[in-house]
């Protein structure tokens, strides 16, 4: 659906020079029209020969850095920044030497961290770190050391706003890092056979309750007598067990915020299922963090028409899926509102449904989603200095 020229004004946005834009246009249609990360890959999916065509996406690495252009899609007015990890399974790379084993014990691979800001039901990527236990022992780090790496350089960008994180990121060496940084933050408490241990002011235990179906609020204890925070816990009607939430902002708030959390898990489903991310292979773990960030710009591209197209389809969405920014501008219908438009993410609705759809209604809906994106990019943004 998506041709060279409007791919081509996307990657002007991205980066800095005309020439790296024209190199990356055909790279980031291919990822999209072929659906996969690997190289060879994706230089199937170019014009010409496959072999020049491998030789262009090497050239185009070894000169652009496409972790910095990725870092551009940090949304400055998103209202916080969501962090996740994701297992990348690598079964027979045994000499590829950033590959190691993963939480299984067995299955080769690596960890794939993202730092992502919400968008309509998804999450847009922003930054991104990869390790496996075979990096973290090379280098005589630990897995949280490797955490504290990927939050350093949005550091400079948060200001206020939460970090928002799921259970395994509840440990006490990062929540000491984050209070040292100033960083607010939100995290999901790992509840299981050995709860986190909070203490009182005169060191007394304390036991984190709630009722079914009730709220309950603990502020100013200690975890692990040791970083002061809030907490807050719900045991919502049919669940098993309760949800309980720390953070250093008021418990109420964070509860709100972490309930608003767009599902990441969503888009590392499209990542995977869509667009292949599982297949990316590369010998060296640079190289491969290169391609992978430019199957993260193509994701966003994707998502962005997406999401028009299929607001086009399906009819507007209800107010809890529409950016307040965006909530004076509905979108153009083609069609009258429907249930599908609750059941297909935007991407699969471009990469996967065969349409057919008048060239005017096509290029009104990029031309949509390119102010959206330009917005997106040209944000002012503090810098690292």
């Known amino acids: 659906m998506l041709q060279s020229n409007q791919i081509l004004q996307f990657a002007q946005l991205l980066f800095d020079s005309e020439d790296a834009a024209q190199h990356a246009t055909p790279i980031l249609k291919a990822i999209l029209d072929g659906r996969s990360a690997r190289v060879s890959a994706i230089a199937q999916h170019m014009r010409g020969s ?10 185009f690495l ?15 007015d998103a ?27 067995k299955t080769r ?25 075979r990096t973290l022992a090379a280098e005589a780090e630990s ?8 939050f350093q350089p949005l550091k400079a960008l948060l200001g206020d706003k939460p970090l928002v994180l799921d259970r395994d990121f509840s440990y006490l060496e990062l929540l000491e890092a984050l209070r040292a940084a100033q960083i607010n933050f939100v995290i999901r408490l790992k509840v299981g056979a050995q709860p986190p241990q909070f203490f009182d002011e005169n060191k007394q235990r304390i036991e984190l309750r709630v009722d079914p179906g009730k709220t309950a ?20 009607p049919g669940y098993a067990e309760p949800l309980w939430v720390m953070t250093n902002l008021k418990a109420e708030l964070a ?18 299922n869509l667009l292949g991310l599982e297949k990316v292979m590369n010998q060296q773990q640079a190289k491969m963090e290169q391609i992978v960030a430019l199957v993260l710009l193509a994701f966003t591209l994707g998502v962005l028409v997406g999401e028009e197209l299929r607001d086009g ?11 307040a920014k965006d909530a004076a501008q509905p979108p153009r219908r083609l069609h009258a509102p429907s249930q599908k438009w609750k059941l297909y993410s935007g991407l699969f609705i471009l990469l996967k449904q065969k349409l057919s759809l008048a060239q005017e209604e096509v290029n009104l809906i990029v031309r949509t989603a390119l102010d959206r994106f330009r917005r997106l990019v040209q944000h002012p943004v503090r810098t690292f200095v």
Request: glycine share 8%; aromatic share 14%.
């Open 255 to 272: 509860g709100q915020i972490y309930f608003a959390r767009m599902k990441i898990e969503e888009t590392f489903r499209d990542l995977k």
């Open 79 to 105: 209202p916080f920044v969501i962090g996740d990890a994701t297992e990348i399974p690598r079964p027979h790379a045994y000499r590829t030497p950033y590959v190691g084993t993963l939480k299984d014990g």
């Open 217 to 236: 609020v603990y502020r100013g204890i200690l975890y692990k007598g040791k970083v002061r925070v809030n907490v807050i816990g719900y045991w919502q």
């Open 313 to 323: 389809l399906y009819g507007a969405p209800s107010a809890r899926h529409t950016d």
């Open 109 to 133: 691979g690596f960890w794939l961290l993202l730092l992502a800001t919400p968008y309509r039901g998804r999450a847009l990527p922003c930054h991104f770190i990869t390790y496996s236990s």
């Open 62 to 76: 070894q000169t652009v850095d496409t972790k910095e252009s990725l870092l551009r899609l940090f949304q400055v």
């Open 143 to 150: 897995r949280n050391l490797n955490h504290l790496h990927a």
């Open 50 to 59: 496959a072999a020049a065509n491998y030789k262009h996406i090497q050239r």
